[in-house]
Structures are given as C-alpha cells and as structure tokens.
C-alpha cells in the first residue's frame, strides 16, 4: 500500500502496472477524504474505472525514508533530555535524503548540547532496541507516558510507535524494525525559524555517510 503524506512523512512514489504493458508513473501520494491519491502521469497504455493494477513501491526511497522518521522520534527524546521537558514539536518533513524538525526552545543549542544530543540518538541506535507498533485507546496511550503532538486531533484508538525505553509517541508513519537499521545519526545545521522555535536539520544512513565523506574531502583539498 502506498503511504499517503501526512505527519510530515514524504508520500510514496512507485509505479502502477497494468494489462497490455499498462504503467502509470507514481510521483507523489496524497490523502483524499478517506481516499489515497495516486499523482503522476500514465507512460504506457491506459487505464480505466475499474481496471487491476499491480502496486509497486518505490522501496530503496521508503526505506530511507524509514530511518529518517524513526531518527526524528529519537531526536525528539534526546532533545527534551538535553533542554527540558519544554521542548516539543513544532513541525516536521522525513524525505529519503535528510529529516527536518523543528521543535520549541528559546535559543540556539551550544557546541556542546549539540554533541550530546548526537550522542544520544547514536547511543539508541547502537543500543538496535526493537521498534514496537501497538494499537490502543487513545487515554490509556497517554497515561502509559506517549507523547501526543500538540493541537493534532487523535481518534480513540491510536498507533503507539516504541523504540526501547527511550521514546514512546502516537504516530502513523512508517519506521524501522530495530533502531540499529538508521546505521548512524548526523545534525547538519541547526537554526531558528520564528519566535521560540528552532529547526534541526539531520542525515542518517547512507545519506549521512556520503555527507561525512564530502566534508572530508573538503578538508584534504
């Protein structure tokens, strides 16, 4: 099933494959109503109300997408570690190639809050503790200690996403089976956006390495 973009999460891309060499290009997946929308262009054949298609993800992209969601929960712990039980999520974007979060905090984070917070979100995912979908009520969700994103309407029964002991929150995206898949965590710059808000910008996995690779071969030119 295509994943439609919602809680800041990319939606997928892929293809659709029909009879008669039929294939419909997926660029993008929005959430219609109660309907998930497939965008993008038919570049053999056609379709018609009413035809099989054959769904096919993206999955190198959805993946990578995976590590970056699951790297932001992680980083949302962290940071209300480091700062206080202040910080909370202001908004979000989780592409393939980085993670986007932006959180409530009153100035810039130091040298050395932004190492601890690194150190943190790659403790967890050395720690490789499972990551854990359960379905409850939403009330019994937040006296067990979820997080719950300020001002989101929640239906009674919630998707509760756990990583160890670290983080616990309502979400609907997709993530990994154990945190060890994000591989490794890297904040590239960190900002501010408005009044009281401030935005990281993060890499993980193999987009993480490559980044770490250019900034050494800066450094040796």
Same mark, same amino acid.
């Given at each position: 099933v295509f994943y439609a973009e919602s809680g800041g999460?990319?939606?997928?891309t892929g293809e659709l494959l029909g009879a008669a060499m039929t294939r419909f290009t997926v660029e993008?997946?929005?959430? /219609?109503? &109660? @309907?998930?929308s497939h965008i993008g262009r038919l570049a053999a054949g056609r379709l018609q109300v009413g035809d099989n %298609? $054959?769904?096919?993800?993206?999955?190198? /992209?959805? &993946? @990578?997408?995976?590590?970056?969601?699951?790297?932001?929960?992680?980083?949302?712990?962290?940071?209300?570690? %480091? $700062?206080?039980?202040?910080v909370t999520q202001k908004g979000s974007l989780v592409a393939p190639d980085r993670l986007r979060f932006d959180y409530a905090h009153?100035?810039?984070?130091?040298?050395?809050?932004?190492?601890?917070?690194?150190?943190?979100?790659?403790?967890?995912i050395r720690g490789n503790a499972e990551a854990s979908i359960r379905m409850m009520d939403y009330e019994?969700?937040?006296?067990?200690?979820?997080?719950?994103?300020?001002?989101?309407?929640?239906?009674?029964?919630?998707?509760?996403?756990?990583?160890?002991a670290f983080s616990t929150e309502l979400c609907g995206g997709t993530h990994v089976r154990r945190t060890g898949d994000i591989?490794?965590?890297?904040?590239?710059?960190?900002?501010?956006v408005a009044a009281g808000?401030?935005?990281?910008?993060?890499?993980?996995?193999?987009?993480?390495?490559?980044?770490?690779?250019?900034?050494?071969?800066?450094?040796a030119d």
């Open positions: 999460q990319l939606g997928d993008d997946t929005q959430k /219609r109503g &109660a @309907a998930h %298609v $054959l769904a096919r993800i993206d999955v190198e /992209r959805r &993946a @990578a997408i995976r590590l970056n969601h699951s790297a932001t929960h992680l980083l949302h712990a962290a940071l209300r570690q %480091v $700062l206080g039980t202040h009153f100035q810039p984070l130091t040298g050395a809050q932004r190492s601890q917070v690194e150190k943190l979100v790659n403790d967890e019994d969700a937040i006296a067990g200690g979820a997080m719950a994103l300020f001002g989101e309407k929640y239906e009674s029964r919630v998707r509760v996403l756990s990583m160890g591989g490794i965590f890297h904040i590239v710059s960190e900002s501010g808000v401030r935005r990281i910008e993060a890499v993980t996995g193999q987009a993480a390495l490559d980044y770490l690779n250019r900034l050494d071969t800066q450094l």
